[in-house]
C-alpha cells in the first residue's frame, strides 16, 4: 500500500525531481503487482451485473403492463406471472448484493495470490489453507459461470419474443398497405406460446391491427431496449465469470507450483 501511496505522490510530480530512481522502481513495483485480469473481470461483472439488474427489474415491471393491457383481461389469467415478476424482482436486489461482494473478494484474492504480488514482497511462502480458499474460489466461481449460463439463455427468451413481436407488426403494415384482402387480420402474437401465460388466458393472444398499435407505443419499445439491456448485461457477467475462473485458475497453479511440496490441499 505504501509502495502504491508512493506511486501516486510520483505520478503527481511531487518527488520527481529528488528520488527520480527510486519513484521509478516503486511505480514499477507497484504497477507489477496489480492483477490485471482480475480487476478487469470485477469492472466487466459490476458492469455486466448493474445492466442485467436495472434492466431486468424496470424490463418485469413493464412487461406487466403490458400484459395486462393487451393480452390477459382477468387478474388470475397471470397470477402465475405476477408473482414470478414479484418475487424476481427480490432475487434482483440479492444478486446486486450479492456480486457486489463477491467481486471484491475475488479481487483481493487476486491481489494476494498473483506472482507479481510475491516478488514484490520478497520470498514466498504458501500454506495449505491459502490453497483451499483459491481452490474454494475456482469450484465456487465456475458453478456460479454454469447456474449464470442457464440465466443468460433465460434472458433471451424475452427478447426473442418482442422480436417477433416486433416482425410481426412489420409484415401487418406491409399486408395492410399492400393486399386489398384482410390478410394482415391472420398475423398473431400469442403470449401463451412461449409461456407467460396459461393456456386458459383471454384473450391470450393479439392480431392484425391491434398487434400493429401495440408496437407502436412507447411501452413496447422501452421494455424491447430494456430486456436487450438485461440480455446484454447477462453475457458480460457470464464472460467476466470465464475470466475470473481463467484468473483463480492460473492462481491456484502458482499457489501449487510456488507452495511447500507435500502440503495439499
Request: net charge neutral; with cysteine; aromatic share 18%.
Amino acid at each position: 500500500m505504501c509502495v502504491c501511496i508512493v506511486c501516486a505522490v510520483c505520478a503527481a510530480g511531487v518527488f520527481i525531481y529528488y528520488s527520480p530512481t527510486g519513484c521509478y522502481d516503486s511505480c514499477i513495483r507497484c504497477l507489477g503487482a496489480v492483477p490485471y485480469t482480475s480487476l478487469l473481470a470485477t469492472l466487466l461483472c459490476y458492469t455486466g451485473v448493474a445492466l442485467f439488474c436495472g434492466g431486468g427489474h424496470e424490463a418485469l415491471s413493464h412487461t406487466y403492463q403490458l400484459v395486462e393491457l393487451y393480452f390477459a383481461r382477468e387478474l388470475q389469467d397471470f397470477t402465475g406471472l405476477a408473482d414470478f415478476i414479484k418475487y424476481f424482482q427480490y432475487v434482483i436486489y440479492g444478486l446486486a448484493s450479492f456480486f457486489f461482494l463477491y467481486g471484491l473478494l475475488l479481487l483481493a484474492e487476486g491481489f494476494y495470490t498473483t506472482s507479481a504480488v510475491k516478488q514484490t514482497f520478497g520470498e514466498f511462502k504458501s500454506t495449505s489453507f491459502g490453497r483451499c480458499v483459491s481452490l474454494t474460489f475456482i469450484v465456487l466461481t465456475y458453478v456460479l459461470a454454469v447456474i449464470w449460463l442457464a440465466i443468460f439463455g433465460f434472458t433471451a427468451i424475452p427478447v426473442f419474443f418482442l422480436y417477433n413481436m416486433e416482425s410481426s407488426c412489420h409484415k401487418v403494415n406491409i399486408l395492410s398497405e399492400t393486399t386489398i384482402f384482410n390478410q394482415h387480420s391472420r398475423v398473431c402474437i400469442d403470449a401463451r406460446q412461449y409461456g407467460f401465460l396459461p393456456w386458459n388466458a383471454v384473450p391470450g393472444v393479439v392480431c392484425g391491427t391491434t398487434l400493429a398499435n401495440i408496437c407502436k407505443t412507447a411501452e413496447f419499445y422501452v421494455t424491447y431496449d430494456l430486456y436487450i439491456c438485461a440480455f446484454v448485461g447477462a453475457g458480460i457477467t457470464l464472460f467476466a465469470l470465464f475470466l475470473y475462473v481463467v484468473a483463480t485458475t492460473y492462481n491456484y497453479a502458482v499457489l501449487r507450483f510456488l507452495g511447500r511440496k507435500g502440503i495439499r490441499c
